[in-house]
């Protein structure tokens, strides 16, 4: 098809309110999106929501003895969840080798970021009825809750539309759970990255709330079965939270017997320069949902499984799908965690992301247009003053070719691939302080 008629055609059958390019699959490369439509290309520094971690057509993809695998395993969708493979064992073993930290013995592959989480609440449900004592399938469990934080995105799925929480128009008009939602307890960080706000207060006043939930039912009979949180709030603002809450919500999930669930969806799989971004602070979940630059998404869990007999990952079917992820997508992660560590691009993404954020505060410093620079590794915010002006720093971004994301109310943010160059990431900055300049003389 003529590039100049994709949007066209599309627009006949479908919403068509993307980006107005038409990529070009063979000629973007790295970090660039060549326009099929304009001839244009693009800087990319969203990849395509936190889900390209290596950008276009990176050498290393190549690799014929991976294109032969990929090859054979597009040809056959089989169901992963009960036909097995030497393609799947590849994988399933890379990723325990590269991505699972210790001790997370229990793995579950699906489609989706948010049946990922769906699944981890899923599991704890479970676990939680069982722990109670409720082990026939027609025991009554509807009191059973997820406790979740305010300016949340777990996803759009059934259950986790009830834990998200960002633009009303994700998840209104839409029946959903009235679950427990508590504040969430964010830091601000002033132009050296110091914490600036009283972030004390903010995680007192949290973990009241989750005094008043738990004060509901007694310690060994609450109806929480699990407390919910990103490691660091993607789509709600970029928001970050200190080791000691985090801390403080592993002291509550063990006490009352609750699990801690972290959704990783969006920080997950390297992005932060360490596998998961919970590794940066310390505090581990009992289970992790991840997907985007994985791949495939699902879960994997710890020991706190099997302190109940017949748990989700010891009963047959108990959580499953068709296809159990899928073999294509398990061979292009497989790919992707080998070149990660071959190109040792944790250390690199870390060094990167410190670059940009001191360019960074150097520019929000010298023009005033923006604040709060935050982030680490290739997962980097700021804020603005008023949605007007995050917004016009992303449009004007967009007309100097050059992509990022909002977030949040007034936070605009890169999630950068993690072969960027330094050179490349002085372009992003360039750009910005184009914009930022401009916008301070108005």
């Known amino acids: 098809m003529n590039s100049n008629r994709v949007l066209e055609e599309l627009a006949r059958h479908q919403l068509v309110d993307g980006y107005p390019l038409v990529v070009d699959l063979?000629?973007?490369?790295?970090?660039?999106?060549?326009?099929a439509a304009s001839g244009q290309r693009y800087l990319d520094a969203f990849t395509c929501f936190a889900s390209m971690p290596l950008g276009y057509n990176h050498p290393g993809m190549e690799d014929m003895e991976f294109l032969d695998t990929l090859k054979r395993s597009a040809l056959c969708n089989i169901s992963n969840a009960d036909l097995y493979s030497q393609e799947m064992a590849h994988f399933v073993d890379t990723f325990a080798t590269h991505a699972t930290p210790e001790d997370f013995c229990h793995h579950f592959w699906i489609a989706g970021g948010g049946l990922a989480v769906e699944n981890a609440m899923k599991a704890a449900f479970d676990w939680k009825a069982r722990l109670l004592g409720r082990t026939n399938f027609a025991d009554d469990v509807n009191d059973l809750v997820i406790v979740h934080f305010k300016e949340a995105f777990h996803g759009r799925t059934g259950y986790t539309?009830?834990?998200?929480?960002?633009?009303?128009?994700?998840?209104?008009?839409?029946?959903?759970?009235?679950?427990?939602?508590?504040?969430?307890p964010k830091v601000e960080?002033?132009?050296?990255?110091?914490?600036?706000?009283?972030?004390?207060?903010?995680?007192?006043?949290?973990?009241?709330?989750?005094?008043?939930?738990?004060?509901?039912?007694?310690?060994?009979?609450?109806?929480?079965?699990?407390?919910?949180?990103?490691?660091m709030q993607g789509e709600g603002g970029d928001n970050h939270f200190r080791p000691e809450f985090m801390q403080k919500l592993r002291q509550y999930a063990d006490e009352?017997?609750?699990?801690?669930?972290?959704?990783?969806?969006?920080?997950?799989?390297?992005?932060?320069?360490?596998?998961?971004f919970w590794q940066h602070l310390g505090v581990a979940p009992d289970i992790a949902a991840f997907g985007k630059k994985s791949q495939v998404c699902g879960i994997y869990a710890g020991p706190r499984m099997d302190e109940v007999e017949h748990n989700v990952f010891r009963r047959s079917s108990r959580i499953n799908s068709t296809w159990g992820g899928n073999l294509v997508d398990m061979v292009r992660s497989?790919?992707?965690?080998?070149?990660?560590?071959?190109?040792?691009?944790?250390?690199?993404?870390?060094?990167l992301g410190e670059h940009v954020i001191a360019g960074m505060r150097s520019i929000a410093?010298?023009?005033?247009?923006?604040?709060?620079?935050?982030?680490?590794?290739?997962?980097?915010?700021?804020?603005?003053?008023?949605?007007?002006?995050?917004?016009?720093?992303?449009?004007?971004?967009?007309?100097?070719?050059?992509?990022?994301?909002?977030?949040?109310?007034?936070?605009?943010?890169?999630?950068?691939p993690l072969v960027m160059t330094q050179s490349e990431s002085d372009l992003l900055l360039n750009a910005v302080e184009s914009v930022a300049t401009k916008a301070a003389a108005v």
């Open 26 to 35: 063979e000629r973007s490369e790295g970090v660039w999106i060549h326009d």
């Open 334 to 351: 497989r790919r992707y965690m080998e070149i990660i560590a071959e190109d040792n691009l944790c250390e690199h993404v870390l060094e």
């Open 189 to 231: 960080f002033d132009s050296d990255g110091a914490i600036c706000n009283d972030i004390e207060a903010a995680e007192a006043q949290a973990c009241a709330e989750l005094d008043a939930v738990f004060a509901k039912g007694s310690p060994t009979h609450n109806r929480v079965a699990g407390i919910l949180i990103e490691p």
């Open 161 to 184: 539309m009830s834990v998200t929480n960002t633009l009303p128009d994700k998840v209104g008009l839409f029946p959903k759970f009235n679950w427990p939602r508590i504040s969430n």
């Open 256 to 276: 009352h017997q609750c699990l801690l669930l972290f959704d990783e969806v969006q920080t997950g799989f390297f992005g932060s320069g360490a596998p998961w």
């Open 365 to 416: 410093a010298s023009t005033g247009a923006f604040r709060n620079v935050r982030g680490v590794g290739s997962l980097i915010a700021c804020s603005f003053d008023t949605p007007e002006s995050r917004d016009h720093m992303v449009r004007e971004l967009f007309n100097q070719n050059v992509i990022v994301l909002q977030c949040g109310d007034t936070a605009m943010r890169f999630r950068l």
